[in-house]
């Protein structure tokens, strides 16, 4: 079905705070253009926790038909939905909702979206990788759980506490199967030196890198040229760790193509449930993006 009004538009957005800066209307708007259907959708900041849980009520009432769901709102719609895919209970937090029938049910597509870029990035075969992820937010969480469920050799979480990242495998390993849950590991930066150098790819998830002059999470010289490495951080051009990586020889990327990546398979959810059918041009999608880091 196509049209060329807004008028009767289906309505979707993402909601989080804040929110002005996201790239996800321009990207998403571009595709429905595009494609002819009438979609729109918009940011919505959310300054409170009872502003965030109205408009996921929205979508309960069929106001809105999809909403993605940024920080610091992930595990509040994790909470508030009916059912929750397996790979968003395990991350902790999902970033995508979707009415069915009258029942809310919640994703997370961060993860796969990351995984399905390193893997161009890299022509990678994820079933023969040895991962490295820093953070245990949702965001990282998401990222380990993706690869988990892709088949990777190894996964291995940082974090600065590793009383953390041993929770935090424990709590995605529960929800996921036992031959999934078997790659998990928890560990300290205290041993990335040992670590790092022998993973094929590397993620840095945490917030760190959103300042340009952050220093990189673990040392670059870590790194070689058989590795992808990724820093989920995007928009002010090339961090450090990035610009590291590329000095040792490795295949390294930031968060932009995640951002599309999680566009396009939240787009996809979407129209499964209200049965569309239309082409998701990825490369429209990362025109803002583009725009944003030159």
């Known amino acids: 079905m196509r049209f060329t009004t807004e008028y009767g538009a289906l309505r979707f957005a993402v909601i989080g705070t804040p929110v002005a800066h996201s790239l996800s209307p321009a990207m998403h708007n571009r595709v429905y253009r595009d494609a002819g259907v009438n979609w729109v959708y918009e940011a919505i900041d959310c300054p409170t926790e009872q502003d965030a849980a109205h408009q996921i009520d929205l979508v309960r009432m069929g106001h809105l038909k999809g909403l993605n769901i940024t920080m610091p709102y992930k595990k509040l719609a994790l909470e508030m939905a009916d059912h929750v895919d397996p790979v968003a209970k395990a991350a902790g937090g999902a970033n995508v909702l979707v009415r069915h029938g009258y029942e809310l049910w919640a994703y997370n597509t961060d993860g796969m979206g990351a995984v399905d870029a390193i893997a161009r990035a890299g022509d990678l075969d994820i079933t023969k990788a040895y991962a490295c992820v820093c953070g245990t937010g949702p965001t990282s969480s998401a990222i380990a759980c993706a690869l988990a469920v892709r088949g990777a050799r190894k996964v291995t979480l940082f974090s600065r506490d590793v009383h953390k990242a041993q929770l935090a495998v424990a709590r995605m390993a529960s929800f996921l199967t036992s031959q999934q849950a078997a790659v998990l590991e928890p560990a300290s930066y205290d041993d990335a030196f040992r670590i790092v150098p022998g993973c094929t790819v ?83 999608m990362r025109a803002p993006v583009r725009a944003q880091q030159a």
């Open 202 to 284: 590397f993620v840095d998830a945490t917030p760190r890198g959103m300042e340009p002059d952050d220093e990189p999470i673990v040392d670059p010289r870590l790194f070689n040229k058989h590795q992808v490495v990724m820093d989920v951080v995007y928009a002010h051009g090339l961090t450090k760790l990035i610009e590291g990586a590329r000095k040792q020889g490795a295949i390294a990327i930031d968060g932009g193509e995640m951002l599309v990546g999680q566009a396009a398979l939240a787009i996809e959810i979407w129209q499964q449930e209200l049965g569309y059918e239309f082409p998701i041009d990825r490369e429209a």
